[in-house]
């Protein structure tokens, strides 16, 4: 079986946009994670997180955002999750997080958060 | 309707459990936001299993059984490793602007399963650890 999550990097100018494509479980959240815990992450401005092709997420996918969440905010580097499926969107909905991340439909949104 | 797999216990195997899950209940005919609040409730509820219960040993397995009798879904998760497994009821609400603020990974998952979930219950039956999960589909 190939891996199920893949984690593609697009840097630009002071944004990194992480393309997910796939489902993020407890088997994959370590390859998110790994690129979360990057040291040049905390150059950039903007983290944007593509979300159009990710079709899953469980608790440790969750996990990973929320642990990083405080070290980006410290750094002043905005995380933004655009183009999110329903389905995805709902498991941030049923536990409250929709609410304490910043979540916005377009990409064009993503870039003037 | 019903259906059953086996899996040990590898986190390489939620894959096939979702798709299993997934299968079941599309051919039940729910919709894609049911479908995928249910696959993940048994995802977290396996994933325990695997990582917590049986600390990844691929030599253990687990039991999974689904049953649709008109809307009313019954699973049925049992481990077969030998370390009974009967976790304390999920938070019922965690404070998740202090889970952002340690930069806590976990504690999550079952929170997740007791809010899609309509029942969940762990109980040990034949030295087993069974987790039965039910919830009506509407």
Known sequence: MGPIMKVTSQPSADTLTLVLDGELDA?????????????GLLNYRKVLIDCQRLSYIS??????????????????VKL???????????????LGLDSLMNIVPTAEEAQAA | M????????SRQNLQQVRDFVRGFLLAAQRSELVVNQV?????????NFIIHANGEDANQFLDLLLVLSDHHLDIEIEDHGSNLFLPQGATPSP??????RQGR?????????SR?????????????????LSKVLV
């Open chain 1, 27 to 39: 088997s994959s959240a370590v390859v998110l994670d790994t690129e979360l815990n990057k040291p």
């Open chain 1, 59 to 76: 608790s440790a996918g969750l996990g990973v955002f929320i642990s990083h969440l405080q070290r980006l905010q410290d750094s002043d």
């Open chain 1, 80 to 94: 933004v999750f655009y183009n999110m499926q329903e389905k995805v969107f709902n498991v941030f909905e049923i």
């Open chain 2, 2 to 9: 019903q259906d059953h797999i086996r899996i040990s216990c």
């Open chain 2, 39 to 47: 696959v993940l409730a048994v995802d977290e509820v396996v994933a």
């Open chain 2, 95 to 100: 404070d998740l602007r202090e889970y952002i």
């Open chain 2, 105 to 113: 990974k976990g504690g999550m998952g079952m929170t997740l399963v």
């Open chain 2, 116 to 132: 899609i979930m309509d029942r969940v219950e762990f109980f040990e039956r034949n030295s087993h650890t069974i987790c039965h």
